[in-house]
C-alpha cells in the first residue's frame, strides 16, 4: 500500500509562536531553557498535528531555530573563526551570531533558497575545521520516538547541495572540501542506521539545476559512501522546484528511493518517468500536492496521475508525498473568517494539505469510491472560485488580451525622449533624487494604527500625511535635491498598499511564511482578474507638486514586483496575470500624468526572484516581464519621463533585460556587488538614463563627501555624464531623519563637486 508524507512542516506555529519565542529569547525576555522548551513544545506540536492527521512518515530535523543551512553548517562544525568558537556543541549565542552577526563580528550572508522567498545563511567554509559537532538529525528521530512514539524520518541538507550553496573556497578545492565533508555525513547515517531509523531523506534540490560532469561523479561518490556506510538505512534521495536535469543517472544512483517533484516539475519528470520507467528497486516519493502554491489541489486530477504512476511503479513502493517541504505556505486557513467565501473554500495551507494527502493516498491504496465524495468536494470548492465574478471579468480580459497582442513601446526611442525631456525640465547635470520612502518613523507607524483602528478619521489621518509630505518637500529643498518625492508615508509596504487598492486581490489574517529567521511575511493573495478601480497615488503626489516648483517623481510598484510577492492564482499563466497587472498600473500611470506628474517611477525590485531555475525557460519569462513593464509605462508621452529601480540582487547577467524595458531612468543598488556591476555596464554600453547608487542605506552609517565621490568617479569611468544621475542605493524608509538629511547633503555636495569636474 502507498504510504503518505511531507517534506518539511512549517515552522513558524499558527500564532507564529516560534518567531515571538525567538524574538523574546533575543531581547533578553526569556533565558536559554525557557527558550528551549518553548522550541520543543512547538516542535511537537507539529509533529502531533501530523500524527493526528494520519501522515504516515513524518519528517523530523526539518524544524529550525532559525535556518537548515545554518544548522547543518555548525552541526558539521562550520564556523567562521571570527565567531570565536572553539569546538564542541556549537552554543546557540554563536549559532545566532552567526545569523544576525554579534557586537564584534558581521553576520554571515544571506540569499535566497533557489527560486522561493526563503533566505538562508549562506555557509562560510573558508577558514572552518569540519568536524560532526552532533549528529542531529538522530536527536530529532529519538525525540519524536521517545516523547510521542513517532518513527520519524530524519531530513537532511545532502552534501551536493550543501557545498554548491556554501561559499569561501575556489572552485578546485571542491574535491577537497568533499572529502572532508563526506565521512562526516557517513558517520551521521551509520549513527542512524544503527539506531534503527528505517527511511532518511536527504535534499538535494541542486539537482534540478544543470550539473557538471564533475558533480555528476561527485553525485555517484557520494551516495554511493552513503550507501555503503548505512546499508540498513533507507534513503530517500530528495529533488524539488523543478525536474531533475539528468533523470536516467539520478535513478541509477544506488539508493533505496527518488523523491521527484510532480508538480513543478511535472512536464520533465512525466515525460522522463514514461520514457525510461522508474527502477524495479526503487521507491518513487511522488511529489503531487504543491508545497509552493495555497490552492486546493484538485483531487481527481492527481489521482488520475497517481494511477498513471501506478502502472509503472506498484503501490507498495508509491509514497504520496508534497512536492517540496511546506515551509513555504502558511500554517492553517482554519482561522482565516474574513475571505469571501469561494476564495477560502479554495485554499489549502499547510495543514489542508496534510489532509489532501492523507486523502489521496487513501484513494490510491483502497479504491477511490471510498473516499469519492471528499474527492468531490474538492472539484466543487474549485469549481465555485473559477466561476465566481472575481475570476470572469469580461471588461478585463478582453482589454488585457487585446494589449497583450501588441508590442508595446514608446512612440519615440530614447534619443529623442532625451532632448525633448532635457527641453522640458531643464536639470543639471548629475541630477540628484531619492528612490521613494522617506524615514517611517514611530509617529508615523503609530499614526496609521490609529486611523486603522478607526480612532483617527480619514480628515485627521490625510492631515497628517500632508504634514509629513511638507516638512520633507522642505527638507528636499533645503538639501538642494533636483526631483523630489512625496516620501511615502502613507503606504505600509510597496506591494499591499497596491493590492489593497486594486480588485482581484484578498488579504489572509494569518498567511504568514517565513522569509528568514524570525521574520515572516504576508503576502497579499492575487485570486481574481486584476483591476483597476480608482486612483491610487495621485492625491498624495498631487499635494506634494503643489508645494514645490521641482518636479515631483510619482512612485509605483511593478507588475512583476507585485506579481512576485504575492501568492498568485494558478488556473492562468503567471504571464497573464502580470499583463492584467500592468494594465491596471498603465491606468495610474496615465492619471498620474493626467493629473500633470510628469516623472514617474515604476520600481521593479523583485524581477529576478521570479526568474525560472532551468534556463532554458529565463529568456522566455524575462521578455514578458519586460513587456509587463512596457505595458504599464509606454503610452505617456514623450516629454514624460519613466524611472525604474532595482536592488536586492544581482543584475550583471540582466542587463540586456534592463535596457529593453526602455525606462528613461534607472536607479539601481551598486554597493552589494562592490563595484562590479559598474563593469557589466561597460561591457554593455548602456544608453539610457542610469543612477548607480553612491551609498548603502541598510546602514544607519552617514557616509562622507569623498567615499560619494569615489562612487560617482568609479561609476563615470564607464558611463556616460550625460545620462548619470546620482541617488542612494534604495527606499529610506527603515532610516531615521537625522542620519537620512545628513547623508542627502553630502550626496548633493558630492554632485556639486562633480559638475565642476566633468
Ligand atoms: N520606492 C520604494 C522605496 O523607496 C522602493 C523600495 C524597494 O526598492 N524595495 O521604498
Ligand atoms: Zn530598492
Known amino acids: 500500500m502507498a504510504i503518505s508524507s511531507i517534506l518539511g512542516y512549517p515552522r513558524i506555529g499558527v500564532d507564529r509562536e516560534w518567531k515571538k519565542s525567538l524574538e523574546a529569547f533575543w531581547a533578553g525576555k526569556i533565558d536559554e531553557e525557557t527558550f528551549q522548551r518553548q522550541q520543543q513544545e512547538i ?26 543551512m545554518l544548522d547543518t553548517a555548525v552541526m558539521l562544525g562550520i564556523v567562521p573563526k571570527r565567531f570565536g568558537y572553539e569546538g564542541g556543541v556549537v552554543p546557540l549565542s554563536v549559532y545566532f551570531g552567526i545569523a544576525r552577526g554579534t557586537k564584534e563580528a558581521t553576520a554571515s550572508e544571506m540569499t535566497k533558497w533557489f527560486n522561493t522567498n526563503y533566505h538562508y ?22 525525540e519524536a520516538k521517545e516523547k510521542l512514539g513517532i518513527e520519524g524520518k530524519p531530513v537532511i541538507v545532502g552534501p551536493l547541495t550543501f557545498l554548491k550553496l556554501s561559499k569561501g573556497y575556489a572552485a578546485n578545492e571542491t574535491d577537497a572540501w568533499l572529502e572532508r565533508l563526506l565521512p562526516l555525513y557517513a558517520q551521521m547515517v551509520r549513527e542512524l542506521a544503527d539506531e534503527g531509523v528505517k527511511w532518511v531523506q536527504i535534499d538535494e534540490p541542486i539537482v534540478v539545476t544543470k550539473l557538471s560532469d564533475e558533480d555528476a561523479a561527485r553525485l555517484k561518490l557520494i551516495y554511493t559512501t552513503l550507501t555503503e556506510a548505512a546499508p540498513s538505512l533507507n534513503i530517500m534521495l530528495q529533488t524539488y522546484f523543478e525536474a531533475v536535469e539528468n533523470y536516467r543517472d539520478i535513478v541509477s544512483l544506488p539508493v533505496k528511493g527518488i523523491g521527484l517533484d510532480l508538480v513543478h516539475g511535472l512536464d520533465g519528470n512525466l515525460a522522463a518517468i514514461r520514457e525510461y520507467g522508474f527502477p524495479a528497486d526503487k521507491v518513487l516519493g511522488a511529489g503531487v500536492i504543491d508545497g509552493r502554491s495555497i490552492w486546493r489541489a484538485d483531487l481527481n486530477e492527481k489521482l488520475a496521475l497517481l494511477d498513471e504512476l501506478r502502472g509503472i511503479v506498484p503501490e507498495e513502493r508509491l509514497i504520496v508525498q508534497s512536492s517540496c517541504s511546506l515551509l513555504h505556505v502558511p500554517v492553517s486557513t482554519e482561522r482565516e473568517t474574513k475571505l469571501p467565501a469561494e476564495l477560502k473554500g479554495a485554499l489549502a495551507f499547510a495543514d489542508e494539505k496534510l489532509d489532501e494527502l492523507v486523502l489521496l493516498t487513501k484513494a490510491v491504496s483502497q479504491t477511490a469510491d471510498a473516499v469519492r465524495e471528499q474527492l468531490n468536494a474538492a472539484d466543487k470548492a474549485l469549481g465555485l472560485l473559477k466561476n465566481s465574478a472575481a475570476r470572469n471579468r469580461r471588461d478585463v480580459q478582453e482589454s488585457v488580451t487585446a494589449i497583450a497582442k501588441q508590442e508595446p513601446g514608446r512612440s519615440k526611442p530614447f534619443e529623442s525622449r532625451y532632448s525633448a525631456q532635457q527641453h522640458k525640465w531643464q536639470l543639471p547635470l548629475f541630477p540628484t533624487t531619492t528612490i521613494g520612502s522617506f524615514p517611517q518613523t514611530a509617529e508615523v507607524r503609530k499614526a496609521r494604527q490609529l486611523w486603522r483602528k478607526g480612532e483617527w478619521t480619514n480628515e485627521q489621518y490625510n492631515a497628517f500625511i500632508r504634514e509629513q509630505i511638507d516638512t520633507w518637500v522642505k527638507l528636499q529643498e533645503e538639501i538642494g535635491i533636483d526631483v523630489f518625492v512625496h516620501g511615502e508615508f502613507e503606504r505600509t509596504d510597496m506591494v499591499e498598499f497596491f493590492g489593497e487598492k486594486l480588485e482581484g486581490f484578498a488579504f489572509t489574517q494569518n498567511g504568514w511564511v517565513q522569509s528568514y529567521g524570525s521574520r515572516c511575511v504576508k503576502p497579499p493573495v492575487i485570486y481574481g482578474d486584476v483591476a483597476f478601480h480608482e486612483a491610487m497615488t495621485v492625491p498624495e503626489t498631487v499635494y506634494a507638486q503643489s508645494r514645490t516648483n521641482r518636479p515631483v517623481k510619482g512612485m509605483l510598484t511593478g507588475p512583476i514586483t507585485i506579481m512576485n510577492w504575492s501568492f498568485v492564482r494558478d488556473d492562468i499563466p503567471r504571464e497573464q496575470v502580470a499583463y492584467q497587472l500592468a494594465y491596471a498600473l498603465r491606468q495610474e500611470v496615465e492619471a498620474l500624468e493626467q493629473a500633470g506628474i510628469g516623472m514617474i517611477q515604476v520600481d521593479e525590485p523583485a524581477v529576478r526572484e521570479g526568474l525560472p531555475l532551468k534556463e532554458a525557460d529565463q529568456a522566455d519569462y524575462l521578455a514578458w516581464a519586460v513587456k509587463a513593464f512596457k505595458i504599464a509605462t509606454s503610452t505617456v508621452q514623450d516629454t514624460t519621463q519613466i524611472h525604474t529601480h532595482m536592488c536586492y540582487c544581482e543584475f550583471h547577467d540582466m542587463i540586456d533585460s534592463i535596457e529593453a524595458m526602455d525606462a528613461d531612468v534607472i536607479s539601481i543598488e551598486t554597493s552589494r556587488s562592490h563595484g562590479e556591476l559598474i563593469y557589466s555596464f561597460e561591457e554593455n554600453t548602456y544608453k539610457l538614463g542610469i543612477g548607480l547608487g553612491v551609498y548603502d542605506i541598510h546602514s544607519p552609517r552617514v557616509p562622507d563627501v569623498e567615499e560619494m565621490t569615489g562612487m560617482i568617479d568609479r561609476a563615470l569611468r564607464v558611463l556616460d555624464p ?31 563637486n562633480a559638475r565642476e569636474k566633468y
Open 43 to 68: 516542535r511537537l506540536n507539529h509533529l502531533r498535528k501530523q500524527q493526528a492527521k494520519g501522515i504516515e512518515l513524518i519528517p523530523v530535523n526539518d524544524f529550525s531555530n532559525y535556518d537548515h
Open 121 to 142: 545563511i549562506v555557509p562560510e567554509l573558508g577558514d572552518a575545521l569540519p568536524t560532526l559537532t552532533e549528529n542531529r538529525p538522530l536527536l530529532a528521530y529519538r
Open 722 to 752: 550625460k545620462l548619470f544621475w546620482i541617488n542612494p542605493d534604495c527606499g529610506l524608509k527603515t532610516r531615521g531623519r537625522e542620519e537620512t538629511v545628513a547623508s542627502l547633503r553630502n550626496m548633493v555636495e558630492a554632485a556639486r
